[in-house]
């Protein structure tokens, strides 16, 4: 497995792939790998001749009072899950190498930008959009690879691939738990133990909407209702929304209906959580 560092590599790597007729996959990640991502590169790798996985922890995506400096980096780590999985390429760029001295422009979706995740991060999905423009630019990618654990962010890739008429397809991998149903992040490694048994109630909100649902419930406010009462006994998760919305456009919807986005994003401790789950 290589390692590369910079844009002209990178493409350079898929020109050279492609024009041998090898389908090319892209994993875009922020680093600290675990069995989320690893799945994703699973997929990747069976489904296309040659895998790249980014690791670049984007500065543009976090806030000011968020967790970029101490966002975990483990290269090391990640470039072997990377390599048992089945990456061909780890693309592992500098900030410079990203963003030049002097730059000057962005990428930003209009209207969802500001919804569910975008509502309470300013600015973050622009600069997730911004790097994932970029870097399906330098990779030339056939497919890009992601979860849907980040289900918001998918609606806007999904926008910006189209709108700008990328020749990407977006393949969305399902969420990857913890036995005990935690959905996978790299942020969970700040959680204590009692703030990790908490952050289960995320999970659990996820299965009983899934049981109500399947039981006939269709309203998406006593859904939402049903999910308060649930976190109600426990205070000190701060709820930052609970959303039942239509996954195109991250709007309300009247009726939940099958693909409708059912949603929660909270807060343990200081550690933000995200959960989602597309109802049947």
Known sequence: MEILHTVAELRNWSRT????????????????????HASLIRAAAASCDAVAVSIFV?????????????????????????QSEGATVVFAPSVEEIYPAGKATFVEVEGLSS???????????????????????????????????DAAQVAILRRMTSDLLLPVELVICPIIRDPDGLALSSRNIYLSPAERTRALLLSRAVRHVESLVASGERRPNKLIEATLDLFAPEP???????????????????????????????????????????LA
């Open 17 to 36: 792939h492609r024009s041998a007729g090898y389908t090319i996959a892209l994993v875009p990640t922020l680093g600290a790998l675990h069995a989320g």
């Open 58 to 82: 984007n500065p543009t995506q976090f806030g000011p009072n968020e967790d970029y400096a101490r966002y975990p980096r483990t290269f090391d780590a990640d470039c072997s899950i990377a």
């Open 115 to 149: 919804r569910l995740d975008g509502k309470s991060r300013p600015g973050h999905f622009r600069g997730v959009a911004t790097v994932v423009a970029k870097l399906f630019i330098a990779a030339e990618p056939n497919r890009a690879f992601f979860g849907q654990k």
């Open 236 to 278: 000190t998760i701060r709820i930052d929304y609970i959303a039942v919305v239509d996954w195109a456009t991250l709007l309300p919807v009247e009726t939940a209906t099958p693909g409708t986005l059912f949603a929660i994003a909270a807060y343990v401790g200081p550690t933000r959580l995200i959960d989602n789950t597309i």
